[in-house]
């Protein structure tokens, strides 16, 4: 089928809107019609070339929602009309790390998906008979996009798709960092290094579970009033305060009891480290930081008990948590709609990434 996509040709350079040839599915896999995606944070990382593993010609995007159309042989899970979320990080539900019960990263198809390719080492995306790559197995910025069944979590059909995408990554990201990765109980302090797209939603997940002080970090004050909005208690501005770890720790009467990094940067991650309480302060790196960075912090922080740790994808499996996240914003107990602040055609993508390069919006949503 021919389908319309916003597509990567090179490092650098802007998308271009192109009608594309698309192969139905093959076995184990779904065609999908995309009605809403998110333009995050990552597709610019690859985008902009600063990513050493981004490969070009591709069709990125991995922030969507749409419906099943048609599924390939062997398919038993989702069918034709079903309301599906892409899933970067899936949930085959068979192997090692899955069966582990430790991890999110299903390993089934990260070394097809890492290489821009379907499990059976094919792209589905063509132009003039060139092969497009797929990215993060999604490629959500094409109308139509070919999945494994493993990767799409089927969603309720009431939810709306200009929401529901934000699911597929900055929601999850944020949220689950809080319910499934620290597992934070009601009534915990907790400090959040970046008040962006994922930032937002560590601070609504906090609150969501009865967190009791979250304090704010963000360079930019403009962030202030939408973090209040959605539970952040104190914010420090790194630029007014002498000593950002000293001050959190004098806020919460000896330090967070968790803390997220999620900016991307190895010098606030080792801040969030050392702001948590000695004994038991847990702290998340959620931000991705640029190739070759390493962190640093004195091992003393963790003979004295503080842990350091990761999460990706808020350490949701895909196929059976995010529905449920779903359901909690249908239920009311997650905003995502102020989050939503701008939506644009496909042929205006590029502007959505200039708004996020600017810092002047949380999330834009290209709607087909
Ligand atoms: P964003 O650009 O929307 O937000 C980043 C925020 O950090 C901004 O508000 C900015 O003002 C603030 N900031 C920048 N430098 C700062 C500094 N020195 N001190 C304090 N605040 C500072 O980005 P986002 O979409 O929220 O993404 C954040 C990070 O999370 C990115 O690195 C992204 O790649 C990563 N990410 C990780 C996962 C995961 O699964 N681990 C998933 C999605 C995104
Ligand atoms: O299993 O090695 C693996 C891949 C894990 C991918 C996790 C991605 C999380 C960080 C990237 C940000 C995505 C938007
Ligand atoms: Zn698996």
Known sequence: ?????????????????????LAGPRAGEVLVEIKATGICHTDYYTLSGADPEGLFPAILGHEGAGIVLETGPGVTTVKAGDHVIPLYTPECRNCKFCLSRKTNLCQAIRATQGRGLM??????????????????????????????????????EDAPFDKACYIGCGVTTGVGAVVFSAKMEAGANVAVFGLGGIGLNVIQGAKMVGADRIIGIDINPGRVEMARKFGMTDFINPQEVPDVVDHIVQLTGGGADYS????????????????????????FIIGVAAA????ATRPFQLVTGRQWKGSAFGGARGRTDVPRIVDWYMEGKLNIDDLITHT???????????????GESIRS???Y
């Open 260 to 283: 997220f990094e999620c900016v991307g940067n190895t010098g606030l991650m080792r801040q969030a480290l050392e702001c948590t309480h000695k004994g038991w302060g847990q702290s």
């Open 344 to 358: 644009l055609p496909l042929e205006r993508i590029n502007e959505g990434f200039e708004l996020m390069k600017r």
């Open 365 to 367: 949503v290209v709607l």
């Open 1 to 21: 089928m021919k389908t319309r996509a916003a597509v990567a040709w090179k490092a650098g350079a802007p998308l271009t809107i192109e009608t594309v040839d």
């Open 119 to 156: 499990p059976d080492a094919s792209s589905r995306f063509s132009l003039d008979g060139e092969p497009i790559l797929h990215y993060m197995g999604t490629s959500t910025f094409s109308n139509h996009t070919v999945l494994p069944e493993i990767a799409v979590a089927k969603i309720r």
């Open 292 to 295: 070759g960075q390493e962190i």
